[in-house]
């Protein structure tokens, strides 16, 4: 049975986010198997391109997060036109990948026109707070309530790793919930040109380079990450380097703070790297480092993973849940001392850095979105035939 099916993201394409990568990875690959798939997403100024099957609605930047643009709630719920093509589609689902506005909308229109509804609990949105400029007590109070209530309009909630699932029973215990993360294809981190990347940024041969994949935002710990690694960038004996690969508002700020930390030479800033690319940034790598304490799942660690990189995490929510300890990572906790180490242990053992790497790469077929699609169309043929 070919479905049609209804996503509704207040984050989409050409923005990057782990919700982002989850909802586009997620629609190709059901869109290969036959299925349709519509996007509902903001519209993005900054973005031209011709796009089949995506209805945008009208947005506009938020100044605390100029990459992530805001659909305005009045015009979404005012979109007559956009209400009566969704029913003209006659959807089998409806899947809402954000408790927000057009997460929100697609789950009130879903109920109108009776079709079950699945939320992906992509975000934990109450650590987000410094994007509000409101009291926090009364922001973060308001953002539960929404979310709660959120949960309430679904029929079932996916969590992307168990703590989230833990998180979700206690926000909203009667609505049910499976754990499905997101899953990615290996086949696309399993080979990259490495040596292209190393020769544009000036890294030579001998040198190790520990990446960082992801939004450069407050909320991702890197002051950690930089001044962990700090002492062991200036060790001349080591040679090392640091790869920070992507975009965000806090990416002049971590520049000023390398150079102030004496380690500006040391650090290499990217920017924005379009995903396609991204698989040379990993072979590029030689130890993947993460110190994030607020992932629901850390897909940019799969991806490291794919590449056969050995990862350094923080142990915290979703993104220690990713790997083994001591097989393919280390999950160290959020202290610069121990994830120092295990980094420098990494670095100074190549033969354990090989180990790792292979280990990583037999991890990773079961990483594939395959597996995860299946058990999200299983989910979604329950809760229709219901």
């Known amino acids: 049975m070919k479905l049609k099916i209804a996503f509704f993201c207040d984050a989409y394409l050409p923005t990057q986010s782990g919700a982002v990568v989850s909802a586009h990875t997620t629609a190709e690959e059901l869109r290969a198997r036959g299925h349709h798939v519509t996007i509902f997403a903001p519209r993005n100024k900054h973005w031209h391109e011709p796009e089949e099957d995506i209805v945008r609605f009208a947005a506009g930047h938020w100044y605390l997060a100029t990459d992530f643009p805001v659909a305005w709630p009045f015009l979404t719920r005012a979109s007559f036109r956009a209400e009566a093509g969704f029913r003209r589609e006659n959807f089998d689902i409806v899947h809402s990948h954000s408790p927000f506005t057009i997460g929100t909308v697609g789950a009130r229109w879903a109920r109108r026109c009776k079709i079950p509804v699945v939320f992906t609990f992509h975000t934990l949105y109450h650590r987000y707070l410094h994007y509000v400029p409101a009291p926090r007590a009364w922001t973060r109070s308001s953002i539960v309530f929404w979310v709660r209530h959120h949960c309430y309009l679904c029929n079932h909630i996916i969590a992307p790793s168990r703590p989230v699932a833990q998180i979700v029973a206690h926000l909203q215990p009667r609505t049910p919930c499976s754990v499905i993360p997101t899953g990615i294809d290996p086949d696309k981190f399993a080979s990259g040109d490495g040596e292209k990347v190393r020769l544009n940024y000036g890294v030579l041969s001998d040198e190790v380079v520990l990446l960082y994949a992801g939004r450069v935002v407050r909320e991702k710990n890197l002051v950690f990450l930089l001044k962990t690694l700090a002492p062991l960038l200036k060790d001349k004996n080591l040679r090392v380097r640091l790869m920070i690969v992507g975009g965000g508002m806090f990416l002049e700020e971590m520049k000023i703070l390398a150079a102030q930390m004496g380690i500006g030479q040391s650090v290499i800033f990217t920017g924005w ?23 629901t799942q850390g897909i940019s660690i799969a991806e490291a993973l794919a590449a056969g990189l050995p990862c350094v995490v923080v142990g915290a929510m979703g993104a220690a849940e990713a790997v083994t300890d001591g097989v393919e990572a280390f999950v160290v906790p959020p202290r610069e001392e121990e994830f120092r180490s295990a980094v420098s242990r990494l670095i100074r053992d190549p033969k354990l850095r090989q180990t790792m790497s292979e280990n990583a790469r037999r991890k990773a077929p079961g990483l594939s979105c395959k597996a995860t699609t299946d058990a999200l169309l299983e989910l979604y043929a329950q809760l229709i035939h219901r």
């Open 273 to 295: 790297i379009p995903f396609d690319e991204m698989r040379d940034f990993y072979a590029a790598a030689d130890i993947f480092t993460f110190a994030s304490r607020t992932e």
